[in-house]
C-alpha cells in the first residue's frame, strides 16, 4: 500500500509538472478540446451516444452532488484503461495541478465513505469510480462545445466558446469525511485533511472581525443544512449578505482574497486570473462576507462570499462515517454572469 501511495503521488507530481509545462505553450481550451476529442475517438459506437449529447440537451443542467442510482454519461468503472487516462487528460487540461490532485483525493474519500456506510442501502453508491464524463456539443476552436465531470462531491461544468474558456461553473466541491479518522485501504491516510484553506480561512477571517464587524457578518446562529440552490440550474438571485469587504481591514481583505484564490486556483492560471480580474472589475469593495453558525470547527459552520459577478457557499454540519460532527464538507461556486454558459445579469439585485 505504502509503494502503491507512493507511485500514485509521483504519478500526481510528474502529471503536475507536465501540465504546467505544456499550459506555458498550448492555450488551455485547446488543451480542453483536444484532450476531449481524443477521448470520443477512444469509444466505440455504443459507448459514444452515452459519451456524447448535444450542447442544448436539456441533461447538460442537470447536475448534483448528491448521490443517485442513475447519472448521465459514462462512468469511470465502465471505461477501458487507456479511456481512463484521456479522461483523466481533459481533467488535467482543465483544473491546475493543486485542482486536479484535489479532484482525486475526493474521489478516493469514497472508500472511506463505502466502508463506514457498508451496512446502509445506499453504501453500493459510495464508488471512487463512480464518476461521469459526458461531453456536450463537438469539441473544437469554433463554436460551442462543453463537459460535465461529475460524481458524488465533485462536480465540474466547464463551456468553451471560439477557443476560449466561456465557463467554468457550477463547480462543486466537497470532502467526507473532511479530515481523515480512520485509514482505510485505498483512501488518504489518517488526519488528511480535504478543503483545508478553503474552510480555515474563512475561520481565520471571521474571528479576526471585531464586534460591530460580526454584528454585520454573522446572519444566522445555526448554519443551513446545505448550500443555496441544492442541484438547481440557476445560481443564487438573493442579494449578497453580510459584510461588506469595503467595511474590512486591509488584513481582513487580503484574508478574504486569499480565500477566493483558492478557489479560483482550482483552476489554470490563466483561467483563474481571468475569473480573478472579473471580481476586480466589477468591484471587489461590493464582494459581502457572511457567516452562519458556530466560529469554531466541530460544530456546524457555513459561510456565503457574493459579489457582482460570484456566489460562493461553504457549508459543513453532518457528521462523517464515524460519527465525528462537522467534519463533512459541501462548497460550491456559481458564476452570476455565464453559469453553464448561459448569459445571466452581472449584478444581482440588492
Same mark, same amino acid.
Given at each position: 500500500?505504502?509503494?502503491?501511495?507512493?507511485?500514485?503521488?509521483?504519478?500526481?507530481?510528474?502529471?503536475?509538472?507536465?501540465?504546467?509545462?505544456?499550459?506555458?505553450?498550448?492555450?488551455?481550451?485547446?488543451?480542453?478540446?483536444?484532450?476531449?476529442?481524443?477521448?470520443?475517438?477512444?469509444?466505440?459506437?455504443?459507448?459514444?451516444?452515452?459519451?456524447?449529447? &448535444? #450542447? =442544448?440537451?436539456?441533461?447538460? %443542467? $442537470?447536475? @448534483?452532488?448528491?448521490? /443517485?442510482?442513475?447519472?448521465?454519461?459514462?462512468?469511470?468503472?465502465?471505461?477501458?484503461?487507456?479511456?481512463?487516462?484521456?479522461?483523466?487528460?481533459?481533467?488535467?487540461?482543465?483544473?491546475?495541478?493543486?485542482?486536479?490532485?484535489?479532484?482525486?483525493?475526493?474521489?478516493?474519500?469514497?472508500?472511506?465513505?463505502?466502508?463506514?456506510?457498508?451496512?446502509?442501502?445506499?453504501?453500493?453508491?459510495?464508488?471512487?469510480?463512480?464518476?461521469?464524463?459526458?461531453?456536450?456539443?463537438?469539441?473544437?476552436?469554433?463554436?460551442?462545445?462543453?463537459?460535465?465531470?461529475?460524481?458524488?462531491?465533485?462536480?465540474?461544468?466547464?463551456?468553451?466558446?471560439?477557443?476560449?474558456?466561456?465557463?467554468?461553473?457550477?463547480?462543486?466541491?466537497?470532502?467526507?469525511?473532511?479530515?481523515?479518522?480512520?485509514?482505510?485501504?485505498?483512501?488518504?491516510?489518517?488526519?488528511?485533511?480535504?478543503?483545508?484553506?478553503?474552510?480555515?480561512? &474563512? #475561520? =481565520?477571517?471571521?474571528?479576526? %472581525? $471585531?464586534? @460591530?464587524?460580526?454584528? /454585520?457578518?454573522?446572519?444566522?446562529?445555526?448554519?443551513?443544512?446545505?448550500?443555496?440552490?441544492?442541484?438547481?440550474?440557476?445560481?443564487?438571485?438573493?442579494?449578497?449578505?453580510?459584510?461588506?469587504?469595503?467595511?474590512?481591514?486591509?488584513?481582513?481583505?487580503?484574508?478574504?482574497?486569499?480565500?477566493?484564490?483558492?478557489?479560483?486556483?482550482?483552476?489554470?492560471?490563466?483561467?483563474?486570473?481571468?475569473?480573478?480580474?472579473?471580481?476586480?472589475?466589477?468591484?471587489?469593495?461590493?464582494?459581502?462576507?457572511?457567516?452562519?453558525?458556530?466560529?469554531?470547527?466541530?460544530?456546524?459552520?457555513?459561510?456565503?462570499?457574493?459579489?457582482?459577478?460570484?456566489?460562493?457557499?461553504?457549508?459543513?454540519?453532518?457528521?462523517?462515517?464515524?460519527?465525528?460532527?462537522?467534519?463533512?464538507?459541501?462548497?460550491?461556486?456559481?458564476?452570476?454572469?455565464?453559469?453553464?454558459?448561459?448569459?445571466?445579469?452581472?449584478?444581482?439585485?440588492?
Amino acid at each position: 500500500m505504502r509503494l502503491l501511495a507512493f507511485s500514485l503521488a509521483a504519478l500526481l507530481a510528474w502529471s503536475s509538472f507536465a501540465q504546467a509545462e505544456t499550459a506555458a505553450l498550448v492555450p488551455v481550451a485547446v488543451q480542453m478540446s483536444a484532450a476531449a476529442q481524443q477521448f470520443l475517438d477512444s469509444l466505440d459506437p455504443k459507448e459514444r451516444p452515452r459519451a456524447m449529447m &448535444a #450542447f =442544448d440537451d436539456p441533461q447538460r %443542467l $442537470d447536475w @448534483t452532488n448528491v448521490p /443517485k442510482p442513475t447519472r448521465k454519461g459514462i462512468q469511470l468503472r465502465e471505461m477501458s484503461l487507456p479511456q481512463r487516462e484521456k479522461c483523466h487528460a481533459l481533467l488535467r487540461a482543465s483544473l491546475s495541478p493543486a485542482g486536479y490532485e484535489k479532484a482525486c483525493r475526493i474521489m478516493s474519500l469514497e472508500n472511506n465513505l463505502r466502508e463506514g456506510e457498508k451496512n446502509l442501502t445506499n453504501g453500493q453508491l459510495r464508488d471512487p469510480e463512480r464518476y461521469f464524463l459526458t461531453i456536450f456539443g463537438t469539441p473544437g476552436q469554433q463554436g460551442v462545445w462543453g463537459y460535465s465531470f461529475e460524481g458524488h462531491h465533485l462536480s465540474l461544468n466547464f463551456v468553451v466558446k471560439d477557443g476560449e474558456i466561456f465557463s467554468d461553473s457550477p463547480s462543486f466541491w466537497g470532502a467526507n469525511p473532511a479530515t481523515v479518522s480512520v485509514f482505510v485501504e485505498n483512501g488518504p491516510e489518517n488526519g488528511v485533511r480535504t478543503l483545508t484553506d478553503e474552510e480555515q480561512l &474563512a #475561520f =481565520d477571517l471571521v474571528n479576526a %472581525l $471585531d464586534d @460591530t464587524q460580526r454584528q /454585520k457578518a454573522i446572519i444566522a446562529a445555526e448554519a443551513p443544512s446545505d448550500y443555496r440552490g441544492v442541484g438547481s440550474p440557476k445560481p443564487p438571485e438573493g442579494p449578497a449578505e453580510g459584510l461588506s469587504v469595503a467595511e474590512m481591514t486591509p488584513a481582513q481583505k487580503q484574508t478574504l482574497w486569499k480565500l477566493l484564490e483558492v478557489y479560483t486556483g482550482h483552476l489554470p492560471k490563466s483561467v483563474a486570473a481571468a475569473r480573478q480580474a472579473e471580481i476586480k472589475e466589477a468591484g471587489v469593495d461590493q464582494v459581502h462576507f457572511a457567516w452562519l453558525g458556530a466560529t469554531k470547527p466541530g460544530v456546524g459552520h457555513a459561510y456565503r462570499i457574493q459579489g457582482p459577478t460570484f456566489a460562493l457557499d461553504l457549508v459543513n454540519v453532518q457528521s462523517d462515517p464515524a460519527g465525528n460532527k462537522a467534519n463533512h464538507i459541501h462548497s460550491v461556486w456559481r458564476s452570476l454572469k455565464h453559469d453553464f454558459g448561459m448569459i445571466t445579469a452581472a449584478t444581482p439585485k440588492k
